[in-house]
């Protein structure tokens, strides 16, 4: 405690691992590694190198502990299939449940923001193999990296070959005959490497690339809620996994009812007989405990499993779950009953669409009015308070257009949009809206004055001049469409 | 005689929708609440359960902005949720308030393609309990069409399809023959007349192009007003009528 009283974040820090009277460098932070220092390097080095340096005493014991927290944590919102890898990572098998973060790209976005938040830095890799992403994560210094499928090779061929997972005094006799990169170790024949080294290399690579399955062994935590059936021979035909599921969304339900819970996130493992699973996530908006609404969600998707030569166990996990309780149900006799719509959102919502409600938000700029929340949020009741029309769509961006106006206050006479000139026949304006500046100081000046205006034909568009007509520095005073009314 | 024969007729009619199969399942009309535009409809309204399909006329075949709101006007008169599917978000939540439809009613399920549109509305029609499901798409197929209205008919949930086309001329496909119970164009009009320089309320021609067991028909409507409600316009049917009007009140 008293040693850690005096860490100052100014100074490099290190932790130190030891093992009799040997001391090495176990974790160094950014500044530490700037000054020179490795993992991996004699405590004593180290001390004599850098001046000022801290050091703490790695603890293995509490790091494990720590990373299978983080693990469960990952298990209950990312994957139904999570692992702890090494000493320094995890590793999560993400197919079939990306969707519910919204897709690939948003979901390590959203982990090294998660990290982020608490102070930590995470580096996160999505590939087709085990190997290439514990790869890449490691060796590439982005922070979140996507291997397109199939693309494993052009990622991992630079990457130094201490990211292969291999014995260290293996990787040092490689270094020794020459080898520096997975790339070069791939492209030199496999027989006399085994015959020295064993079949260890071998394995790796085939594991890198994708040639050899690589099973994770999924953690599980020891109070969940699981139900599971094994079978004699293993089943295959989609009729049989259907028939199955149901049965054991039924038995689901039965324990999540002893203990008054409802379930948030549901997973459906798939054990082949050869030894690797498919899991299946399904998210629900509220908890559940609804068999024919459970069942429906897996079903929609049992298309998706494939048997292989065939499954052996099939499972069904409550992952995260939350206290349901019995409800009353209104009568019918005083007040109308409203339909509950959440299974519905969550059949349209697993299919990896997105779901979601509208809400108003306390802006005059019209393209920041709107914010988008889920589906199921609390209603809030609000709706915006406008006095003046609002075009049904409203353009992406506003479209630059010609006018013929006289400034600074008069609507348009003729409007050219997209290549057709109108003529305007009716118009009203102006209505003035004024930049942010509380939130944005780049709008401290910026002026918009939007126009109704129709022409001959019937049709109505919104459009508005950037700026007040006078000042060009509140706007450029060029013309934009902005939107279409009804 | 007369009371014989009305009898025999309204006894075929009562074969009739029984061999239709939905005798037990009418589940009512959803009126407009203009004796003109009710009377042309089959049970004096739009039917629940059923699929209506609504298009823009002109420029409004590509931005769909008079069906869209026609569409919201109608969906703001029903009770319940309301599901809205689509491909393209381009729609101003605003203006459909000022249609009555209020923001907590309506839920969005955003698609990638086509194909998923109709899919999700399969499934709020089928599901039962929402108060009308609304679809943008492009193109309906027959078989589609089929699927939805057969969905809307065994729950009861109106299905209203705003269709809305990439480029004008594709607006032809408008005229290909779908399952839907009634088909509708909104085309916009020059606004009513004020006394003042400015626009006035919008107005459509709501044409009806197609309704299964009745006629087709036309009217000038005043566009929705804060409880979705159209108005027939008691004006004639263009400007250039009124002002032809005025000119010759003028000379004589």
Not at chain 1, 276 to 293: E, F, L, M, N, V
Not at chain 1, 398 to 424: F, M, Q, Y
Request: charged share 25%.
């Amino acid at each position: 405690m008293d040693g850690r009283a005096e860490l100052s974040p100014e100074r490099p820090l290190v932790t130190v691992a030891r093992s009799g009277s040997k001391r090495w460098i176990a974790a160094a932070d950014a500044k530490a590694r700037k000054a020179g220092i490795r993992v991996g390097m004699p405590a004593a080095k180290a001390q004599a190198m850098v001046s000022g340096l801290q050091f703490v005493d790695a603890d293995p014991m509490a790091d494990a502990a720590a990373l299978e927290r983080i693990a469960l944590w990952a298990l209950a919102h990312y994957s139904p299939i999570v692992a702890v890898d090494g000493t320094d990572g995890i590793v999560m098998d993400t197919e079939g449940a990306d969707h519910l973060q919204g897709g690939e790209e948003l979901m390590l976005s959203g982990i090294v923001n998660r990290f982020h938040a608490r102070g930590l830095t995470a580096r996160v890799t999505i590939a087709d193999s085990w190997g290439a992403a514990h790869a890449v994560a490691r060796a590439d210094g982005r922070k979140t990296v996507i291997v397109p499928k199939g693309e494993i090779a052009r990622f991992v061929e630079h990457l130094p070959l201490s990211s292969l997972r291999l014995p260290s005094d293996i990787v040092a006799s490689l270094r020794t005959l020459g080898f520096r990169t997975i790339g070069e170790l791939s492209a030199t024949p496999r027989a006399p490497l085994t015959l020295r080294f064993g079949p260890e290399i071998g394995r790796r690579l085939d594991e890198i690339h994708g040639r050899l399955a690589e099973p994770i062994d999924p953690i599980r935590p020891a109070d969940v809620i699981e139900v599971s059936r094994s079978f004699a021979e293993p089943i295959g035909a989609p009729e049989t996994i259907d028939k199955y599921v149901t049965r054991l969304v039924a038995a689901l339900c039965q324990a999540l009812e002893r203990q008054g819970l409802g379930v948030r996130r549901t997973d459906l493992i798939v054990h082949r007989v050869d030894n690797s699973i498919q899991a299946i996530r399904a998210g629900t908006a509220k908890p559940a405990r609804d068999i024919a609404w459970l069942t429906k969600l897996f079903r929609d998707r049992t298309e998706k499993i494939e048997p292989g030569f065939g499954i052996e166990k099939l499972s069904l996990v409550a992952v995260m779950t939350e206290p349901l309780g019995e409800t009353q149900k209104a009568s019918s006799l005083i007040e109308e009953e409203v339909a509950d719509i959440a299974p519905l959102i969550d059949i349209i919502g697993n299919r990896g669409q997105r779901v979601y409600r509208i809400v108003p938000v306390a802006s005059d700029v019209p393209e920041r009015s709107v914010a988008r929340i889920a589906a199921m949020a609390e209603k809030t009741g609000a709706a915006w308070t406008l006095h003046w029309p609002r075009p049904v769509r409203l353009l992406a961006r506003p479209e630059l257009i010609e006018v013929i106006a006289l400034l600074p206050d008069h609507p348009p006479v003729s409007v050219t949009w997209r290549g057709k000139r109108r003529r305007v026949s009716q118009a009203d304006g102006p209505e003035r809206i004024f930049g942010e500046w509380w939130t944005r100081s780049s709008e401290f000046d910026a002026v918009r004055d939007y126009f109704v205006v129709e022409d001959e034909s019937g049709e109505r568009l919104w459009i508005f001049r950037s700026g007040d007509g006078v000042d060009l520095a509140t706007g450029s005073h060029r013309w934009f469409c902005h939107g279409i009314f009804a | 005689m007369t009371a014989a024969r009305d009898r025999v007729i309204s006894d075929l009619k009562h074969r009739i929708a029984l061999l239709e199969g939905n005798a037990g399942k009418r589940s009512g009309c959803l009126a407009f609440g203009v004796a003109e535009i009710d009377t042309a409809l089959p049970g004096g309204g739009l039917a629940h359960g059923a699929i209506h399909e609504f298009a823009g006329g002109g420029a409004g075949t590509v931005d769909g902005a008079a069906a869209a709101l026609c569409v919201a006007g109608i969906a703001a008169r029903t009770r319940g949720q309301v599901l809205w599917c689509l491909t393209r978000p381009d729609l101003f939540f605003p203006a459909l308030v000022q249609a009555g439809l209020h923001p907590d009613r309506v839920i969005f399920a955003e698609a990638d393609r086509e194909q998923d549109v109709l899919e999700s509305m399969e499934e709020g029609l089928s599901y039962g309990g929402l108060g009308a499901v609304v679809g943008e798409v492009v193109r309906l197929p027959m078989v589609a069409s089929r699927r939805l209205q057969l969905a809307a008919e065994k729950t009861g949930t109106m299905g209203l399809v705003v269709r809305r086309w990439r480029r004008q001329v594709e607006a032809s496909d408008f005229g290909q023959p779908t399952a839907s119970t009634t088909r509708w164009r909104v085309s916009v009009l020059p606004s009513e007349e004020l006394p003042v320089p400015g626009v006035g309320r919008p107005r459509w021609l709501l044409e009806l192009m197609r309704v299964k067991a009745g006629e087709c028909a036309e009217f000038v409507v005043r566009a929705c007003d804060a409880t979705g409600r159209i108005h027939l316009s008691p004006g004639p049917a263009d400007r250039a009528d009124q002002a032809h009007g005025w000119e010759s009140r003028i000379i004589a």
